[in-house]
């Protein structure tokens, strides 16, 4: 007779001494477990894949009658108002029907709930209501989907829990089950065993992990610490994709760690294939020029011993290998037309891009950035896909209005004399003291000045023209060169700052006198010719 054992079972709840099973009769095999055909049923599944049988008795006795016990219906309870369990999955009802001996068609209720010890599942997705197992002590789920194990959270009475074949990865609600001996989670998609450090209770002899996705063992040291053991062979990690261009040469953390913490070193020589391991840094390199165009994989093998309970697996890295692609920065008004020419940015893919600074986000004359609409790419990363970062700009509204000035030597002046007023890039009033002025008009000598008004946005500049001021004629008029209206016409145009009381000089004393005797002899002339006429008469 061959006997086969193996440290893997679909399902194992107790923790008994292994049974030597003949695998050509195993369908007599009688399991003292839940049911005699659930039993069967382990014994087939496990044998087809070369697993030990002989585990699948591992209910004991005593459990057995236990659950014998509690497995007739009390017919008496029909009529009450004892509260019914909606179970999502009717599979899973079926089965708590079945090991509680209730008709197919009976409710269940909490009552009935609190009478479960055990139960096996297999082609489940929702456990759903088993939170009202209150007594609960073992649970087997198999070939199984992804099944959340939150109502198992507060089932603190559990013992037992086989995990096997599922698509189960979040075993967090395990954490409280301080009680758990025997756990069994073998080929499913089990990431993270954070939850499971504080399960001191678990026997190293039905502690299994292998089969899963696990890379990081080192929360489980607290336990190692304690010497308890577990299987850890065969995980298959994956780990996120990485995307790079044909220069690029990705570092990636090492993910793997064992159950004492201590980093496995990957058996890669340095890029070898696309793939290398910095030992240095302890990071794996992924190569962009090793790879081809497009998407692919590359993986290695670990091992880290030949015992069970050593570390092994796969680590698959899955890659895209694209062409980096130009970022082009536009700018444009609001009714998004340019007014300014592009700036291109290049790179290799996964760099990163900033267009905020000042060499991007540019200051344009006649415009104003439009504040309350940036685009929200500003910052990024390059990538295989060509990218348009846009900033729109509003017509600026500000503006200074000034005036020239012609000014005389010895004259006061001030910019703020010719500043008349100012709007910012909003339209808003610029106060003169906010106005930068440059340029200096010098007062004490003639000349021509150009003073500017600047604010941002705008700027004017203004001319101040600076004159000499008009003096006295000295010119001398002689006698009878002129008339008297000339003479008065010269004298007016003495400045009024000049009008002293003077001595008349040589030239206007002899013109006075000739003007006085001229006035005498006509005065003279008049009164002969008027007695004359007064005799004749």
Not at 176 to 181: T, V
Not at 327 to 353: C, R
Request: charged share 25%.
């Amino acid at each position: 007779m061959e006997k086969l054992q193996t440290d893997e079972l679909p399902v194992s709840l107790e923790e008994t001494a292994p049974t030597v099973i003949d695998e050509k009769n195993v369908d007599d095999v009688k399991v003292p477990a839940i049911s005699e055909q659930k039993a069967i049923g382990e014994a087939k599944d496990a044998a087809v894949d070369s697993q030990s049988v002989a585990e699948a008795a591992q209910i004991s006795d005593d459990k057995a009658i236990k659950l014998a016990d509690v497995s007739l219906h009390d017919t008496t309870k029909l009529g009450t108002t004892a509260k019914e369990i909606v179970f999502p999955d009717q599979v899973v009802a079926q089965q708590i029907r079945k090991e509680l001996g209730l008709p197919s068609d009976s409710p269940i209720t909490e009552e009935d709930m609190s009478h479960l010890i055990d139960i096996y599942l297999s082609g489940v997705s929702n456990i759903e209501g088993l939170q009202y197992a209150v007594n609960l002590t073992g649970i087997g789920i198999q070939k199984s989907g992804t099944v959340s194990l939150e109502p198992l959270r507060n089932l603190t009475k559990m013992t037992s829990i086989g995990l096997y074949k599922t698509e189960i990865s979040d075993i967090s609600p395990l954490e409280n089950l301080i009680n758990l001996k025997t756990l069994r989670l073998s080929r499913n998609k089990i990431k993270d065993v954070t939850s499971l450090k504080n399960l001191s209770a678990i026997s190293t002899s039905f502690f299994e992990l292998n089969h899963n996705e696990i890379a990081d063992f080192s929360p489980l040291k607290v336990l190692v610490d304690r010497g308890i053991m577990f299987t850890k062979q065969n995980q298959t990690i994956r780990l996120a994709e990485q995307v790079l261009g044909k220069n690029d040469i990705n570092r990636i953390p090492n993910p793997l760690r064992d159950e004492k913490g201590n980093s496995v070193k990957p058996p890669l020589a340095s890029l070898v294939g696309g793939l290398g391991y910095d030992e240095e840094t302890n990071e794996l390199l992924l190569d962009g020029s090793q790879l081809v165009e497009g998407s692919g994989e590359v993986s290695f093998d670990f091992v880290t011993g030949k015992l069970k309970t050593d570390m092994s697996g796969t680590v698959t890295i899955p890659y895209q290998r694209i062409t980096a692609q130009p970022v082009t920065v536009t700018y444009v008004n609001q009714e998004g037309l340019a007014i300014h020419d592009s700036k291109v940015i290049t790179g290799n893919v996964s760099d990163t891009y900033d267009t905020t600074t000042d060499v991007y986000k540019l200051v344009i004359p006649g415009y104003v950035l439009d504040e309350s609409d940036l685009p929200s790419n500003a910052i990024g990363t390059i990538s295989g896909m060509p990218q348009t970062v846009t900033y729109r700009y509003k017509e600026s509204q500000a503006q200074i209005d000034a005036k020239d000035s012609t000014l005389f030597v010895g004259d006061n002046w001030r910019p703020a004399d010719n500043f008349i007023s100012a709007t910012d890039k909003l339209g808003k009033s610029v106060d003169f003291s906010d106005i930068v002025v440059s340029g200096v008009a010098d007062i004490s000598k003639v000349g021509t000045y150009e003073i500017s008004y600047t604010i941002p946005g705008a700027s004017k500049t203004i001319t101040v023209t600076v004159k000499e001021k008009d003096t006295p004629s000295s010119d001398t008029v002689t006698p009878g060169s002129s008339s008297d209206d000339s003479v008065q016409s010269e004298s007016s145009k003495t400045p009024a700052g000049n009008s002293q009381n003077k001595l008349p000089s040589t030239g206007e004393y002899n013109v006075k006198a000739l003007s006085l005797l001229g006035l005498v002899l006509l005065v003279s002339v008049a009164i002969v010719c008027f007695v004359r006429k007064r005799r004749l008469d």
